[in-house]
């Protein structure tokens, strides 16, 4: 089936629904999402959005934090621009319903601290400001009559001259999008979705890794689009690792412990119950992400566990009940009372700071197609992202590529000679084993090889066991009818590719890239 809108977005998470919401003012909106239309990072997070709202802080000092744990290599101009436009964008999400926690007194927001950042500037709801967020934009989207929303539609790749049976290369100049092909998961077919203006908002690709926070949604599938229509995409190597998920292991997503609960007073502690921040950093268990990460992997590996601790015991029972119900609520699910006992935590898989490279309007190396939230790569979070600046990326990011779409659209039609997708020959691959065994093996080589410690033997190790599993997969691929989990086991490959390719090309350690055979920067 074919089908033609002003604007196709793809995904439903804070990224997708903000543009959507934006330029529903001028033409028909279609969001494409995999799943359920609520499902993705945004709806877990947890710690909230940062934004200077009040006197008490500065721009210039959300800015310098900002700096600071991007490890010098951000783009100064973008973190200006995004910190200097966070309150307005924030007083727009409160336009569209969505509800931040106020003060006692109820005249101001109550703001929280988190890793790295040298102010109390989390806005939050309880610690589930990402449910609030997308329940507010989701209710904002579904009443608005140019906004159609269709579940369980997997975008498989963007169309561009390549389709039409032209050689593109990334090398190529002026490559277009002209839509996207996507597959119905209910009916397996797949229709041809002809835009104006396509954004790409498909999240992150944390499933990459064994061990994740990220639901099972995020792999990468708008990065691994982009990279085979030959696009620029940038900063890979910088995957962000999160301290403290909780240790469950059968638990998959990995659930998370919020970094608020450390801006409260948690403090990290090893297997005897001692703290030992303080051989790593005098800002303690406050210091930026990479480097409690870090830490904790190398107190792991010294002592050979598999988990330490979070004490969030001195934080006071009524606060923790209070602040963190949903922390306290599931962790007692599992036997253990956080306002008496010590939380298990260990590193997980959290956030990618690189992805599909975009300039200040938010538009990809490929004309007509935009990105915004965790799948681009803006150049705010440099080597490592400042806890809670990605919800604000993305909101910034998807005004101001919706700002640019407006214009835009008026001057784009739709390449109607765009043939449909083509399945001939192929057949209905039944053993689904390869599948799930192959992206078990891939995501174990990626967390013991390019995990929160490299080497250049385990790059090298990682991309000789990655070639076989890329050949394998590509000729299951040519075979075999397209389904969901094939698909996203080729975009997983092409992630864990283009980390390996970047990491190893990063020769010096910096930010999230961390080898023991590289020096430090001065
Ligand atoms: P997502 O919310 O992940 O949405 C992606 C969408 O794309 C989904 O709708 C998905 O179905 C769709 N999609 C993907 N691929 C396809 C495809 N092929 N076809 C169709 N649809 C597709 N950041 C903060 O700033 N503050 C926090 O407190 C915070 N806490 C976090 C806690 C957790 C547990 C996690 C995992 C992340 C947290 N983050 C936080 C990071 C932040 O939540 C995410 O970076 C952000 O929500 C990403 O939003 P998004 O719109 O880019 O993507
Ligand atoms: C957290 O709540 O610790 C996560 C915040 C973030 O990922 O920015």
Redesign the pocket.
């Known amino acids: 089936m074919r089908h033609e809108v002003d604007f196709l977005v ?7 629904l903000s543009f959507a919401l934006k330029v529903a003012e001028y033409g028909k909106v279609c969001i ?4 359920d239309a609520a ?4 709806r ?6 940062a934004a200077v709202m009040y006197d008490s802080d500065s721009f210039d000092k959300h800015i310098q934090d900002t700096l600071v744990a991007g490890d010098g290599i951000c783009d100064r101009e973008v973190v200006e621009m995004t910190i200097r436009e966070a309150p307005e964008r924030i007083r727009e999400l409160v336009k569209y319903g969505v509800n931040f926690d106020l003060d006692r007194k109820g005249d101001k927001f109550d703001l929280h601290r988190e890793g790295g950042h040298s102010e109390f500037r989390i806005l939050h709801h309880k610690d589930n ?2 449910e609030e967020i997308e329940r507010g934009l989701l209710e904002a989207a579904r009443s608005h009559p140019n906004i159609t929303i269709k579940e369980r ?3 498989i790749d963007i169309i561009t001259q390549h389709h039409l049976g032209q050689r593109v290369t990334k090398h190529t100049p002026g490559i277009e999008c002209y839509g996207v092909y996507a597959l119905d998961c209910d009916t397996n077919r797949i229709d041809t979705y002809l835009a104006r203006v396509t954004l790409l ?4 690709m944390g499933n990459v890794y064994s061990t994740t ?2 639901p099972v ?2 792999t990468g ?2 990065v691994a689009m982009v990279h085979r229509a030959r696009g620029v995409l940038s900063d890979l190597e910088f995957m962000q690792f999160h301290p403290t998920s909780l240790y469950n292991p059968a638990e998959k997503p990995a659930f ?1 412990i919020t970094e608020a609960m450390r801006g409260a007073g948690a403090v990290l502690k090893d297997r005897d119950g001692k703290e030992f921040m303080q051989k790593y950093d005098s800002r303690l268990s406050l210091a930026p992400r990479d480097i409690v990460a870090r830490a904790i992997d190398n107190e792991m590996k010294l002592s050979g566990k598999d988990y330490l601790y979070l004490d969030a015991r001195g934080i006071g029972k009524k606060h923790l009940i209070e602040g963190f119900p949903t922390i306290y609520a599931k962790c007692l699910s599992i036997g253990i009372d956080i306002t008496r006992d010590m939380i298990p935590i260990r590193p997980a898989a ?2 990618q700071c690189g992805g599909i490279k975009v300039d200040r309007r938010g538009e990809s190396s490929i004309r007509h197609l935009y990105a915004a ?3 681009s790569c803006t150049g705010l979070h440099g080597g490592n992202r400042l806890a ?5 990326e ?1 909101v910034v990011y998807a005004h101001n590529a919706a700002m640019d779409a407006i214009e835009q659209v008026k001057h784009i039609s739709f390449k109607t000679e765009v043939p449909d997708w083509n399945a001939e020959g192929m057949v209905l691959n039944e053993e689904m084993v390869l599948i799930t065994q192959t992206k078990r093996e891939l995501q174990e080589i990626m967390w013991n090889y390019v995990g929160i410690v490299r080497s250049d033997l385990r790059l090298q190790r990682a991309f000789d066991r990655l070639n076989l599993i890329f050949r394998e997969t590509e000729d299951l691929y040519n075979r075999s009818v397209l389904t969901e989990p094939l698909s996203e086991l080729r975009n997983l490959i092409a992630c864990a590719y283009l980390i390996i390719k970047m990491a190893r090309a990063r020769r010096q350690n910096v930010g999230l890239h961390y080898s023991l055979d590289l020096v430090n920067p001065e």
């Open positions: 793809v995904g439903s998470g804070i990224a997708g494409l999402t995999k799943g499902e993705g990072s945004t877990y997070a947890q710690g909230g959005i400001t990402g539609q997997f975008a908002a498909t999240g992150g926070t990220t949604i995020s599938d708008g998370l959290h956030y939230g965790e799948c809670s600046n990605s919800l604000l993305a």
